[in-house]
């Protein structure tokens, strides 16, 4: 099936049926399905693009001599 990436708008609580919780405000990959095609119809969500997740920097780490 295909997964598309979906962003809640306007501050809406949207629910996940798959997760069991509330859509991120940064959205998720979900499977394309006809309750994720009411949700976008409605307006409830977009479809965008998912941005690359930020690297925390690794500090290097000190060896004793």
Not at 25 to 46: H, L, P
């Amino acid at each position: 099936m295909t997964k598309i990436f979906v962003i809640p708008q306007n501050d809406l609580l949207v629910t996940d049926p798959e997760q069991h919780d509330f859509l991120p405000k940064a959205g998720r990959v979900v499977e394309s399905t006809t309750y994720w095609q009411r949700r976008i119809n409605d307006g409830d969500v977009m479809v965008g693009e998912q941005k690359p997740a930020l690297k925390t920097p690794v500090k290097p780490t000190k060896k004793d001599a």
